[in-house]
């Protein structure tokens, strides 16, 4: 559906305006081809392999304390029992509370996220600005994302030159 409006409303706009000019942008191609988000994305893959490492040890740590509990729960008393299982919910606990401050949707991970890809997006974002302004451009389109483009004229595609512009020529 979201497809369709988008779709529709780039036709409608496109009948609408005959003096308007468009262009296309690859994003993904774009960012593939800039060392500092490559860098951030593996600083990124890094911190997330470190963090599920913490977060795993937890999740380990709880499974074995309730195997040993099983293992012994008919040589414990209630009271002992009774521990025993708030201990282990208490090590479950920490693991999903750690796990959500990491990568729950306002987490560590987004957060870090944001403060790396934020100054490369903002820096194609000018470069896209400048060129449209140049270039008199009354929209510029991303082919990349799921925005109903069916098919866009690599005659209208400045990816290479959003690139130059951003100091990373391409042949």
Not at 7 to 26: E, G, H
Not at 107 to 130: C, H, N, W
Not at 138 to 165: A, C
Request: charged share 30%.
């Amino acid at each position: 559906m979201k497809k369709l409006i988008m779709t529709c409303l780039v036709v409608l706009m496109a009948l609408t305006a005959n003096a308007q000019k468009f262009a296309l942008i690859d994003m993904d191609y774009i960012l593939k081809n800039v060392p500092a988000y490559e860098r951030a994305n593996e600083q990124l893959n890094q911190v997330s392999k470190k963090w599920q490492a913490e977060v795993e040890a937890l999740n380990t740590e709880a499974a074995t304390m309730y195997k040993n509990y099983q293992n012994e729960v008919v040589f414990l008393s209630e009271e002992q029992k009774k521990k025993r299982q708030e201990d282990i919910m208490n090590k479950e606990k920490q693991a999903s509370e750690l796990r959500k401050k990491y990568f729950g949707p306002e987490g560590e991970l987004f957060k870090k996220r944001e403060s790396l890809m934020a100054p490369i997006q903002d820096e194609i974002y000018t470069a896209v600005k400048d060129i449209s302004e140049l270039r008199g451009y009354s929209m510029v389109l991303d082919r990349s994302s799921n925005g109903g483009i069916i098919f866009g004229s690599p005659k209208i595609d400045i990816s290479n030159e959003v690139l130059e512009k951003l100091g990373y020529s391409k042949p």
